[in-house]
């Protein structure tokens, strides 16, 4: 590995099993580009809440891209130089991150979503409709999980009951008001014009700043529809194989497809972009965040 990276992953169905969640096959090579000092940022649909917990069990110091790109939260003092400024909607302290937000609040996407019930009656249901417990329900969460994930603060997931003609109906009125859209691996997810894409790019352009160095390599790992803008914007991409659904396609010509699903998939895109194999190969990688 002779470019410093930064890696943007997404978790469900990509660093952790679509079914069980897990991510333990990927734990050798996370602690292996922990140790190169290889920023592994999560890129996801899950809130911040979810994510405290997570990256604290992942024993992962790095910032984290939330609800779908809507926001990064960045642990205060990780940067010393100023953050860039564009397509920011606004900026706070949240315990110990400085938080980056690109979208408008959650209120305002469920009050699109009521107004619009009234021309797509019974052909959605939303997180907040379905509460916690229909959440669990619907994701195998248990409560307390179900909960953080509820906790949205920026945008507003649904499940679509409608027709698919139906479906595209309803996102071009969304889409009209002022509203982006991204199907999820469960969930048509309203938010604001931001993606998962739109946040690797701000946050590249942050760490690029932040080094002073144009030189840094971004590698996205993703399994589904929401991490398309991810892996075009992205040096170089991993597509996680799903085992539910086909995989997403994408216009980045620097791909690769996984032929494992889940974690183990996830392992197999690193190593096929790094060259990460044992230890004894990456000791003389130069230490790039000297800082950390
Ligand atoms: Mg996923």
Same mark, same amino acid.
């Given at each position: ?12 169905? +990509? %660093? #952790?099993? @679509?079914? *069980? ?7 050798? /090579?996370?602690? $292996? =580009? ?76 469920? +009050? %699109? #979503?009521? @107004?619009? *019930? ?7 249901? /939303?997180?907040? $409709? =379905? ?162």
């Amino acid at each position: 590995m002779h470019q410093p990276l930064l890696i943007f992953t997404d978790l469900d169905g +990509s %660093l #952790l099993d @679509h079914h *069980s969640y897990s991510y333990a096959p990927a734990i050798p /090579t996370l602690q $292996q =580009l922990e140790k190169l000092k290889v920023p592994i940022i999560p890129t996801t649909s899950k809130t911040y809440e979810e994510l405290l917990c997570l990256r604290k069990e992942l024993n992962n110091q790095h910032p984290f891209i939330v609800e779908n790109g809507a926001a990064i939260y960045v642990p205060k003092g990780y940067f010393q130089t100023a953050p860039p400024k564009h397509h920011l909607v606004s900026s706070y302290e949240k315990d110990e991150f400085d938080c980056y937000v690109f979208s408008k609040c959650r209120e305002t996407w469920q +009050s %699109l #979503l009521q @107004h619009l *019930s009234r021309f797509f009656p019974d052909e959605f249901i /939303t997180f907040a $409709q =379905l509460g916690p417990s229909g959440i669990q329900s619907s994701t195998g969460l248990s409560s307390a999980d179900a909960e953080k994930a509820n906790s949205r603060e920026f945008s507003e997931p649904l499940i679509w009951k409608s027709t698919e003609q139906r479906k595209q109906a309803f996102i071009a009125m969304l889409i009209e008001s002022g509203a982006n859209v991204l199907q999820g691996g469960r969930f048509l997810n309203v938010t604001g014009n931001c993606d998962k894409g739109q946040a690797l790019k701000w946050l590249s352009e942050y760490y690029k700043k932040e080094k002073k160095n144009d030189e840094l390599i971004s590698i996205a790992a993703g399994d589904s529809q929401n991490d398309v803008a991810m892996l075009d914007a992205a040096d170089k991409a991993i597509i996680i194989r799903s085992p539910v659904a086909p995989s997403p396609l994408i216009r980045n010509p620097n791909k690769y497809q996984t032929q494992a699903t889940g974690p183990e998939g996830w392992t197999e895109g690193i190593k096929y972009f790094t060259n990460l194999r044992s230890e004894s190969t990456t000791t003389h990688t130069p230490d790039l965040y000297s800082k950390r």
